[in-house]
């Protein structure tokens, strides 16, 4: 997974990178975040070492207005990789059967 990820940063922009971690890094989405009004699955995971889940998929769970939280136990960051099945099952779940 790092070698994947890390693939696929070597594809990005320089000046693109750098505004993404500008942005990431500066902007307050607080308020956007309680003003939410679409369903919203917020999906976290519990040993996320990048984005720590107390201070990321925690809090902003508790900013968005009814929405539905699952904070994966153990998971790291790429829990997408890690927690596939769980997570495709959780997404299934959250949209409901195709019309």
């Not at 070597?10 to 003003?35: F, G, M, N, W």
């Not at 107390?54 to 968005?64: D, E, F, I, K, Y």
Request: one cysteine or more; a negative charge.
């Amino acid at each position: 997974m790092v070698d994947w990820a890390s693939a696929l940063m070597t594809q990005i922009p320089v000046r693109v990178a750098i505004e993404c971690h500008r942005t990431l890094s500066t902007y307050d989405a607080r308020q956007d975040l309680k003003a939410l009004a679409t369903p919203t699955l917020i999906v976290h995971g519990t040993h996320d070492a990048s984005a720590p889940f107390p201070l990321t998929g925690q809090a902003t769970a508790r900013l968005v207005p009814g929405c539905a939280f699952k904070p994966y136990t153990d998971a790291p960051h790429g829990l997408m990789i890690t927690h596939a099945d769980q997570l495709n099952a959780d997404l299934q779940a959250f949209i409901g059967p195709p019309a």
